[in-house]
Nanobody
Framework: DVQLVESGGGSVQAGGSLTLSCAAS?????MAWFRQAPGKEREGVAS???????TYAESVKGRFTISRDNVKNTLYLQMNSLKPEDTAMYYC??????????????????WGQGTQVTVS
């Protein structure tokens, strides 16, 4: 199984920016970022195929950018114009094998430990 380790969370004021990183222990096809706010279900934020095709949740379109470095097996999430409603634990995820499956949130089954993002 792939091991995923996130980093880069923290506290920021509304309108600020943060970049999250996720190091994967091995090759992965689809990768994604999820988040879970207190009292809410985990939700998909953005996904990316190994070829670079991306999908975003409506709530983050135009503000967040997902990217990956396939040589380093590392996933990134650049978050700009952060809002208090972006406050959540952010998780890196892997799972689907086919590029067309990357936007299918329920197919992700490997998770990192999470990194907290707090926007005030």
């Amino acid at each position: 199984d792939v091991q995923l380790v996130e980093s880069g969370g923290g506290s920021v004021q509304a309108g600020g920016s943060l970049t999250l990183s996720c190091a994967a222990s091995t090759y992965t096809s689809c990768m994604a970022w999820f988040r879970q706010a207190p009292g809410k279900e985990r939700e998909g934020v953005a996904s990316i195929s190994r070829g670079g095709s991306t999908t975003y949740a409506e709530s983050v379109k135009g503000r967040f950018t997902i990217s990956r470095d396939n040589v380093k097996n590392t996933l990134y999430l650049q978050m700009n114009s952060l809002k208090p409603e972006d406050t959540a634990m952010y998780y890196c995820a892997a799972g689907p094998s086919l590029a067309r499956e990357c936007p299918v949130w329920y197919l992700y089954n490997s998770w990192g430990q999470g990194t907290q993002v707090t926007v005030s």
